[in-house]
């Protein structure tokens, strides 16, 4: 079954413990991108890579690292999390053209106290 | 830069009632136009996108949008709405001017009385 795969889906921890949220791919699809969700907010864009070892920055992409070093794979990496990055994350894949809609995670929830 | 408003932050319609959910845009270029539903606890799905052609696109569950460029809009519709259609729904823009940037709208939430 074609699907992005997030992990964890929920985690709760506290302000300064890197943390790392993987994402995986099994559709061979070059792009790749992760946002956050926040209540009236909608969905903002953090990072996102157009194929392997390239990456951008979204709209938001302070206090976040990505790396993309195999296609499949796309994980967020929060250095040192705090309180304001408390929000549910969603990754997303889709085969590159630009005018392909994108395929999402079922997303992961992060509470950081 | 590229934006996306939905003016429209909660709408309630009866069941069976005709639904049309707001988006209006900016961006520079032609844009690529997408909507996606989220059910609750539940990543987006893609209801229909529009990139050329035909401004009226027909999309899964029996929604339609229809591009307007002088009016920089996208409005969903649907005829009869289903309790089954409340959710979440984003409008969002894209294209190859910055390709790769996906700009989505703060979304709307429709409720569905029976």
């Known amino acids: 079954e074609a699907q992005v795969t997030q992990n964890p889906r929920y985690l709760i921890t506290v302000t300064g413990k890197k943390l790392t949220v993987t994402c995986s791919q099994n559709?061979?699809?070059?792009?790749m991108s992760w946002y956050r969700q926040d209540p009236g907010l909608g969905l903002r864009q953090i990072y996102y890579s157009m194929n392997v070892e390239v990456t951008d920055k979204g709209d938001v992409p302070e206090g976040y690292k990505v790396s993309r070093k195999e296609k499949r794979n796309f994980p967020l990496i929060l250095e040192s999390p705090s309180p304001n990055q408390t929000s549910l994350y969603f990754c997303a894949s889709s085969p590159g053209q630009i005018n392909q809609p994108q395929h999402f995670g079922d997303g992961t929830r992060l509470s950081i106290l | 830069a590229q934006s996306v408003t939905q003016p429209d932050i909660h709408i309630t319609v009866s069941e069976g009632a005709s639904l049309e959910l707001r988006c209006n845009y900016s961006y520079g270029a032609t844009p690529y136009l997408f909507w996606y539903v989220q059910s609750p606890g539940q990543g987006l799905q893609l209801l229909l996108k529009y990139f050329s052609g035909d401004t009226l696109v027909q999309g899964i569950k029996g929604f339609e949008a229809e591009f307007k460029r002088s009016q920089s809009s996208f409005n969903l519709r649907k005829p009869s709405v289903h309790w089954s259609d409340a959710a979440e729904y984003f409008c969002a823009v894209g294209g190859e001017t910055n390709a790769g940037k996906s700009t989505f709208g703060d979304g709307t939430t429709l409720t569905v009385k029976p």
């Open positions: 559709m061979n699809h070059e792009y």
